[in-house]
């Protein structure tokens, strides 16, 4: 020791100023693993920096409940205060979080609970095992002899008395079995020494007889500890709280959200629930089981029915208006489809009525935006199978995001990462030029745009298009995507002199790149990675309600199963969401949202024949994944038919689509769709 700290072998009357950090390896690990890995140093300085030179703003709110912000000062231990005042004056101590936390999320099964007391309290079978039990008790009442599973230990107990093993002695007015050895401390305990004087102190004894009890009672509360033992609930939750130093306990509401102490009061703190966390983990597995079991799983057939209809793809189940444009957004957010079939079938099919304009307020509200996110095949290898050039095309895979809840779009951009010798050879000569011009001046209107490069309107349209194409660039409103693959508006594009010009579409254009999001460093840039890992997760299970790996086949951008696998079994553990086995004929682990557990489960004798249409580009083409058959390619002009959950016919749809009832025409390409159909 005196190695790695020297100081240690000092006198310490004789040491003055700071302590002297040791530059040594097990101690620089030490101090890198507490400092910025369990804490923020980091952060905390940048936080008492921007409190210094005021560039954040101190608020003082008087409000009834504490914030979630003093949740982790409130539950400190003693050694975190840096003064020496009692545990009984901290105010800390005397402010409830009980109607500030949640108590649905993560709560325990009681019949887990009981099961759980039931094999941890002890089946004796012979006088040596009681002689074993009433050592770690230190006493055991004999009003707890009343029940069934006690009866037979007088027997045992007899032959203990026989041989000078165990006595029974009146311990604060209750009649207690004690053995020879633990006699001192219970001395200590009730005081019963003639002399005054004992071998152990009180506190050591109290531990050791909490200890022992709560190895056998399972979720318990000081005030019932103390009825039981006949002593001041006072005293058992110190003890308690010494143990809870020593990380032998776990408190919590286990069992009673509502309850009252010796003196009446309501969540007292000696009302307070307290576990052994060897214990708590039992109960918390056995009820992560019982939840699991009571899945009945169904068959692929009935779960794309139901799917279908939380889709809102089956009749009467299509949502309206803006607010229904942005819950069908919500659930395909990240999800990437041909940019001419959003507006062609996957929102009109969703949406009664559907109004463009709709999505245009979305958009210019800032609430949505689009962009394609997952790499161009332009940036892979130059081995001859990909194009080497980016080709502006309506069938270029587009996706919306949720900015409320776009945590995962910086780590989906990251993947881009494309160099600057592919770019030059992938984009065109104006292309490059405006994404150089949008890298220094930031978001621009197509009229500033062409004003400062100084090119025609058709060279600014197109080598847009290109940079929207290539996921390299995107625009405030989805009208300016429309201008670009609608050939009539491009037609009314003049540069007559003299004439006026069509009225360029609302909004700017920038870059979507991951530079914009950087992390400052990369413990940040972890914490990012695993908010961005469960916003995908939380992303794809609002998309199809159930979620396994054979899903993560129709998703572009998702992440690996086994990334997923971590975040999803946190959040099983907290309560959110719900494993188990819900859909067959499908291996490994399975997980869905609570909600559609149970839609699910009053769906399995929802039959219905009535025939639903949907798109090839559509993420509920699950044909080849969930419904058995060949794979069907997400091209545009491509349908499904779906009848009760099954596959019943394909057909592309020759020539253009009218869905003039839905969507304008003017923001429709009239072309064929055997044209311009290139994936990329």
Not at 166 to 183: D, K, N, Q
Not at 401 to 411: D, N, Q, S, V
Request: charged share 25%.
């Amino acid at each position: 020791m005196a190695s790695v700290f020297p100081q240690a072998a000092a006198c310490f009357e004789t040491i003055v100023g700071d302590i002297q950090i040791p530059n040594h390896p097990l101690v620089n690990e030490v101090m890198q693993d507490v400092l910025h890995e369990a804490m923020d140093l980091e952060g905390l300085m940048a936080l008492l920096r921007g409190i210094k030179d005021g560039t954040i703003r101190c608020l003082a709110v008087d409000t009834p409940t504490p914030s979630q912000f003093a949740h982790e000062l409130l539950n400190a231990n003693p050694y975190a205060y840096l003064d020496e005042a009692g545990l009984e004056e901290r105010r800390a101590r005397a402010t409830s979080l009980s109607r500030n936390l949640p108590d649905e999320p993560g709560k325990l099964d009681p019949a887990a609970i009981a099961a759980v007391r039931k094999e941890i309290w002890p089946d004796l079978r012979d006088e040596h095992e009681l002689h074993d039990l009433l050592h770690s008790l230190l006493a055991f009442p004999l009003t707890a002899l009343d029940t069934l599973e006690t009866r037979h230990w007088t027997p045992f107990y007899d032959r203990l008395i026989q041989t000078g093993r165990a006595r029974t002695i009146a311990c604060g007015g209750f009649s207690c079995w004690v053995t020879t050895e633990r006699l001192p401390q219970i001395e200590a305990l009730w005081e019963l020494a003639a002399d005054g004087t004992t071998l152990t102190t009180k506190e050591e004894s109290l531990q050791k007889l909490v200890q022992g009890w709560l190895q056998i009672t399972g979720p318990t509360t000081a005030d019932s500890l103390a009825r039981t033992l006949n002593l001041d609930p006072a005293l058992i939750f110190q003890a308690l709280l010494a143990m809870e130093m020593q990380g032998l306990l776990v408190r919590g509401v286990f069992e009673k959200s509502d309850a009252r102490g010796l003196s009446g009061e309501r969540n007292s703190d000696y009302c307070i629930e307290w576990c052994e966390r060897r214990i708590l983990q039992r109960i918390h597995r056995l009820t992560v089981s019982t939840l699991r079991k009571q899945i009945e799983s169904v068959t692929p057939a009935v779960y794309m029915r139901w799917l279908l209809r939380w889709q809102h793809l089956a009749p009467q189940t299509q949502l309206s208006g803006e607010e229904g444009v942005f819950e069908v957004l919500r659930q395909l957010e990240g999800f990437e489809a041909p940019a001419i079939e959003w507006e062609r079938s996957l929102l009109p099919s969703r949406v009664a009525d559907y109004d463009p304009r709709w999505l245009d307020a979305l958009c210019l509200s800032g609430a949505v935006g689009w962009g394609r996110i997952s790499p161009h095949p332009a940036w892979s290898a130059g081995d001859g199978a990909s194009p080497r050039r980016v080709i502006p095309t309506n069938a270029a895979p587009v996706t919306f995001y949720i900015r409320e809840t776009a945590e995962w779009l910086p780590h989906a951009l990251a993947r881009q990462c494309v160099e600057e010798c592919k770019l030059a050879i992938a984009l065109s000569a104006e292309a490059l030029q405006l994404r150089t011009l949008l890298q220094q001046r930031g978001a621009c209107f197509a009229n500033d745009i062409q004003r400062i490069a100084n090119l025609t309107r058709q060279q600014i349209q197109h080598a847009l298009w290109e940079l929207a194409t290539a996921g390299l660039a995107s625009a405030d409103g989805f009208d300016q995507l429309r201008a670009c693959m609608d050939p009539r508006r491009k037609s009314t594009v003049t540069e007559a002199p003299g004439k006026r010009a069509a009225r360029s579409s609302a909004g700017r254009w920038s870059l979507l790149s991951e530079e914009l999001h950087a992390a400052p460093s990369t413990i940040e840039q972890a914490h990012r990675t695993e908010a961005a890992l469960e916003s995908f997760a939380r992303q794809l299970l609002n998309r199809y309600g159930v979620l396994f790996r054979d899903i993560l086949l129709r998703e572009s951008n998702a992440p690996r199963w086994r990334d997923l696998l971590n975040i999803l079994r946190r959040l099983e553990s907290r309560g959110e969401i719900r494993g188990g086995r819900f859909i067959s004929g499908f291996a490994g682990e399975q997980y869905a949202l609570p909600e559609a557990v149970q839609s699910l489960r009053a769906a399995r004798n929802n039959e219905s024949d009535s025939i639903v249409s949907v798109a090839a580009a559509d993420p509920m083409n699950l044909i080849g994944i969930v419904v058995a058959g060949e794979r069907s390619p997400s091209v545009p002009g491509r349908q499904i038919l779906y009848r009760n959950g099954n596959l019943h016919a394909e057909r592309d749809v020759p020539g253009p689509v009218d869905l003039s009832t839905t969507v304008s025409s003017s923001m429709l390409p009239s072309a064929p769709l055997t044209a311009d159909l290139g994936l990329f």
